[in-house]
């Protein structure tokens, strides 16, 4: 089973976060943070990964620990549910639609880390939520997950709605990449033979 259950516990954040690969994206998130239960959810959605994820951060500071913390977690998670990687497909990409807001993603599921980020957020708050945060919550994604991940905004003037096309593009593009491709039944999908 390609599942990953982990408990990270810092001076500033408690979390459990439970994520399986294969399933229809059943969720249950209670970060503390609103806006990122939001996405959470709509991650899980669009991804179909089965996500729950419990978190009690220091939110009285602000948001960038449980964010970043989460973006980690996930990260810790999915290396840990996609094992040796045997049979993925490895790569995959979306370009999305959110209203005025366009979001194209990539993904490579490499074993080295990058994080392509160049969204170009209008404002600086959604709500409480400051967008600068989506970054961390990326950077701390890719850090742990091993993976090579662009997210590039093509159009959009609504914050909101580029956050959300980013969240949900990511979603698709880490379903495809992590989806068993039958071809590559019990192979490595590289020539090095490992990744």
């Known amino acids: 089973m390609r599942t990953a259950e982990i408990k990270r516990k810092t001076a500033e954040t408690d979390i459990y976060l439970y994520i399986d ?12 943070c609103g806006f990122l239960d939001h996405m959470l959810t709509l991650f899980s959605a669009h991804s179909k990964f089965d996500l729950t994820v419990k978190c009690k951060g220091d939110t009285y500071v602000d948001y960038h620990h449980t964010v970043e913390d989460i973006g980690i977690t996930l990260g810790t998670a999915m290396t840990q549910a996609l094992g040796d990687k045997k049979g993925i497909t490895r790569y995959g990409d979306t370009i999305l639609t959110m209203d005025e807001a366009v979001v194209l993603t990539s993904v490579d599921f490499s074993g080295r880390t990058f994080l392509g980020y160049s969204l170009k957020i209008p404002t600086e708050k959604v709500g409480d939520f400051d967008t600068e945060l989506v970054e961390e919550f990326w950077y701390g994604f890719v850090r742990k997950a091993e993976c090579a991940l662009h997210i590039k905004q093509l159009a959009g003037t609504n914050s909101h709605h580029v956050i959300e096309g980013a969240f949900k593009s990511a979603a698709r593009s880490l379903r495809k990449a992590t989806d068993i491709d039958l071809r590559f039944a019990g192979e490595i999908p590289s020539t090095k033979g490992v990744l």
């Open 21 to 32: 690969l294969d399933g229809t994206g059943k969720n249950d998130i209670a970060t503390g």
